[in-house]
């Protein structure tokens, strides 16, 4: 049985995993399911070898979780997780606010506005790996800007595993919800009210850890988790 999206055996690792993330992220792999490597290969009609690739590109983007003796799985990230994340990012990114407010120049909050635009397109759209990546990738701009490599290193790792998360769990419309907080909060940040950006920073994260909804039921199964199960 062939996956949902038409695959060939001209695939290589890179298609095969932007394949299967979509398959994850669009909740029709659930959290938890097995990557078999054969079931794989056998779906997408390709080898072992071009799996094992596209399944280490899936884990350093850390969709999938390697289990030693046991093989790859859909990453399954938990409320408790998620609530720890959320906490850390809400000291670290407050105090990010005010070092990247004293350094952002017109050129920055150009480049911020650009990244806005692109960032709306896509939190409508289904490839949720893309909305996904450009939501994070505003506050890593932001720290970028703030200029602290220390700092702009923990939040790339903070975001990346938030990322995930907020795949599984976070719908649309929420997706759309948070680009608008973005560009609420940097509307504050040219006006130079550092407490009120501090504040709709605060706010953001606040909202889109309570908004995730880990009772997401997922897509009854078909077209690859098919062919994996068999």
């Not at 071009?50 to 790859?72: E, F, H, N, Q, S």
């Amino acid at each position: 049985m062939k996956p949902e999206t038409t695959a060939t055996a001209d695939m290589n690792g890179e298609d095969i995993a932007a394949d299967i993330a979509r398959a994850i992220t669009t909740h029709h792999l659930p959290p938890g399911t097995r990557l078999r490597e054969e079931a794989l290969a056998r779906a997408y009609g390709v080898s072992r070898t071009k799996i094992r690739a596209a399944l280490l590109m899936l884990a350093k983007d850390k969709l999938i979780t390697t289990v030693p003796d046991k093989g790859a799985f859909v990453s399954k990230p938990t409320a408790e997780e998620a609530r720890d994340i959320f906490a850390v990012r809400r000291i670290l990114e407050a105090a990010m606010v005010r070092e990247f407010m004293a350094r952002a120049t017109p050129a920055d909050y150009r480049r911020i506005e650009r990244h806005l635009k692109e960032e709306r397109q896509a939190a409508s759209r289904e490839d949720v790996r893309l909305r996904n990546t450009l939501l994070a990738d505003f506050h890593l701009l932001l720290a970028e800007v703030a200029g602290n490599a220390v700092l702009t290193e923990m939040l790339r790792e903070l975001s990346a595993r938030s990322s995930v998360i907020t795949a599984f769990y976070q719908s649309s419309l929420d997706a759309v919800c948070s680009s608008d907080q973005h560009r609420e909060f940097l509307r504050a940040a040219r006006e130079g009210d550092v407490e009120r950006a501090c504040a709709l920073m605060v706010k953001h994260l606040d909202h889109v850890e309570h908004a995730l909804d880990f009772a997401r039921d997922s897509h009854p199964p078909g077209g690859l988790v098919a062919a994996l199960l068999t």
